[in-house]
């Protein structure tokens, strides 16, 4: 077996890695970097390696320091995970030649692999199926417009470097299709410095469905059956499932030769994924799926096959690189129950999926109904230099419904405050009525996107509960009643009070009292309700209003709280009733962004003095950049962000010490500092 593993990523599966190794005896070595310093998966590893900077480029992707790294540690063998240098051919070869093992396929079957008109051609020789198209190298126009005329309308011209959906355009006539191969080849060419275009048939109805695989050194391929991962938003994956519904076994079969066949066709040693492309305008048959890429490395989605067949993927890796044979046949291989797996991102699905950063103030991720792979605790920051993946959540259950239902009520469970998650959105995906029929589709998130990304409005109830906790009305008193100081023996007009809420920007008044134990009547926005409530724990209750009980838990900071209840959750501050007019004098302590964007550049720390018209702060803001200055000469009091955080329109950037009150002239002649 491997002695000691260094781990060449960062995140959630640099810490699912790590505990495969601990759990088979392996030790460890971590790399991190500037912004990594104090990560998770840092304090997970037997020892770590400080590589460079925080950006990718200065640390995770630098090959020759993560193997010195390697080395100076006495790691006998590298795991890339995925991303970074997963499948770098060159990079493989480097760990190889310092006479390190590195976990994953030779170099030469990334190669091959690497080129998607090549793995193509190389694929059809195999006798793997592949889309009708043409895949050689040839562009010129008017021979490729013919192999187009050839294929019949509609085509897809695709980079033959890309991935990701870049340079793809679909052409429905011969008459349009000149311009369109100019504009993707010159679209291939600024992203990948590769014009050279490929041309398919258009598959109108696509399913994406992908083989897991695993070779061994001793010429042994086996196949771990599909997963679907249809349920896509711009080439971005959603939710994973695995087995792919509506499968018939006829394919299944068909399928998992065809991706045995691939790989064998390369010689291929360890995990790997074989992308399928299915046609299902008429449902999923044996005979239209077609080869679409390999990916020479463990994927993201791989622990919905673990939870179907009971296999540790990352064990498999370990063992294959140390040059066992694979520990199943196929014969001993199975699909046992349906799993999925939920992406949870730091991110605003409701203004358009940006990217969130910030602190993690508090992180309850459901632990007890799903397995969740994470790689942040609370108390970290989602740095926007790297992948703003918060965690995976994956589910299983002998049925896809139950796995299904699993999934959707841990994602309810899902408590995060600090960054916006996408909980909520992934949750009303879990309950979108294409989706539960077990028809997941390339477009399905597109076309119902208005009803997944915005949310439930907070009821008047929820705002009241908010105002309650603000105002400290449910804190613990050490006389009385210990959870609410307001129930009793207080008349209403005696309990009743008033606080106003923040809820998004919109200022909400609340008054309210206890009508009797647990009992409240409240006035929201000017409109009366009334509800109960009752505590179950430190962070929970339920809430009893028209009639039927929900259960909420607050999570507060300091002068906000978030509610979480029905899979939705909202966040409210409190407004100081004197900020009013302090706002006004402060009016130019202020610098506040005037539109939301990225901080790119921050010149500012506390107690730096500044002159009128200095930039202090440099954002970007759909794709331009902003430079904020200083609108009179002072002292900074107070630094609100930090680079690189994304922030949100009239967000305050940083405070100026308020105006000294002006002081009388120095006398003539009195030396003055330069
Ligand atoms: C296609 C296709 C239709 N016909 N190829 C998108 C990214 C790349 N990996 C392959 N992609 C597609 N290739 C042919 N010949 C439609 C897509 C496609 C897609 C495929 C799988 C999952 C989601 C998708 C979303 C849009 C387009």
Request: include cysteine; charge should be negative; proline fraction near 6%.
């Amino acid at each position: 077996m491997l002695r000691k593993v260094l781990i060449a990523n960062r995140g959630e599966i640099a810490c699912r890695i790590i505990r495969t190794c601990h759990r088979l005896g392996v030790a460890t070595v971590a790399v991190y970097s500037d912004a990594d310093r104090d990560a998770l998966h840092v304090s997970l590893a037997g020892e770590a390696v400080h590589i460079g900077p925080s950006p990718a480029a200065e640390s995770y992707l630098r090959g020759e320091t993560i193997i010195q790294a390697a080395l100076r540690t006495g790691a006998n063998a590298i795991h890339p995970g995925y991303g970074f240098l997963s499948e770098n051919p060159d990079f493989a070869d480097a760990v190889t030649s310092a006479g390190i093992r590195f976990i994953g396929p030779s170099s030469d079957a990334i190669r091959a692999m690497g080129l998607k008109d090549a793995a193509k051609a190389l694929m059809e020789k195999a006798g793997v199926p592949v889309v009708p198209g043409y895949h050689g190298a040839e562009q010129d126009p008017d021979f490729l417009s013919r192999e187009a005329e050839r294929i019949g309308f509609p085509v897809l011209i695709k980079a033959r470097a890309g991935g990701g959906g870049k340079g793809m355009r679909r052409v429905e006539s011969a008459a349009d299709f000149g311009e369109a191969l100019a504009s993707a080849q010159r679209e291939a060419l600024a992203a990948f410095g590769d014009p050279a275009c490929l041309i398919e048939k258009y598959i109108a109805h696509p399913r994406h469905i992908e083989i897991q695989v695993f070779g061994d050194d001793h010429g042994n391929v086996v196949h771990l059956f599909e997963r679907d991962c249809s349920l896509q938003r711009r080439h971005q994956k959603v939710i994973e499932e695995a087995p792919a519904p509506g499968m018939p076994e006829e394919m299944r079969l068909a399928m998992g030769e065809a991706a045995v066949k691939a790989a064998m066709a390369i010689s291929y040693s360890g995990a790997g994924t074989i992308e399928f492309i299915a046609d299902a305008s008429d449902g999923l048959k044996a005979d239209r799926f077609w080869f679409m890429e390999m990916n020479t490395r463990l994927q993201v989605e791989h622990p919905v096959t673990e939870a179907i067949t009971g296999v540790d993927l990352v064990e498999w890796q370990l063992r294959v690189a140390s040059g066992e044979p694979l520990p199943r046949s196929q014969d001993e291989l199975f699909i046992s129950g349906w799993a999925f797996e939920a992406r949870l991102y730091a991110e605003d699905a409701e203004r358009g999926f940006l990217p969130a950063t910030g602190r993690l103030a508090h992180l309850d991720l459901p632990e007890e109904l799903a397995r969740v792979d994470s790689g942040v605790r609370a108390g970290d920051r989602i740095s926007p230099f790297y992948d703003p993946m918060i965690a995976k959540i994956i589910t299983r259950g002998p049925d896809r419904q139950t796995a299904l239902s699993l999934l959707s009520a841990a994602l309810a469970e899902v408590r995060a405050t600090g960054v916006t998650t996408n909980a909520a959105f992934l949750r009303r995906l879990t309950i979108q009525p294409d989706f539960v029929e077990g028809l997941p589709d390339t477009g399905l998130i597109d076309r119902h996107l208005a009803e997944l990304t915005i949310g439930q409005s907070p009821s008047r109830e929820a705002m009241a509960l908010a105002a309650l906790k603000l105002s400290g009305a449910l804190e613990p008193k050490s006389r009385g009643d210990p959870w609410d100081r307001l129930s009793g023996f207080r008349l209403w007009a005696e309990a009743s009070d008033f606080v106003e809420l923040d809820y998004r920007g919109q200022h909400v008044p609340v008054s309210f009292g206890s009508i009797g134990e647990g009992v409240y009547a409240a006035t929201v926005d000017g409109k009366p309700v009334d509800f109960r409530l009752s505590r179950l724990d430190a962070e929970a209750c339920l809430l009893e209003a028209a009639g039927r009980k929900h259960r909420v838990h607050l999570v507060s900071g300091e002068r906000d709280v978030t509610i979480f209840g029905d899979g939705e959750n909202w966040h409210f501050g409190l407004i100081d009733p004197l900020a009013g007019e302090d706002e006004i004098a402060a009016g130019s302590d202020r610098i506040v962004a005037p539109m939301p964007g990225l901080v790119k550049l921050l010149r500012a720390t506390p107690g730096a003095s500044v002159t009128k018209g200095e930039a202090l702060v440099v954002m970007e803001a759909m794709k331009m950049e902003l430079t904020l200055a200083a609108p009179r000469d002072g002292t900074i009091a107070d630094v609100l962000v930090s680079q690189g955080e994304q922030v949100i329109e009239g967000a305050v950037l940083l405070i100026l010490e308020p105006e000294p009150e002006p002081e009388p002239a120095p006398e003539a002649g009195e030396p003055k500092d330069g």
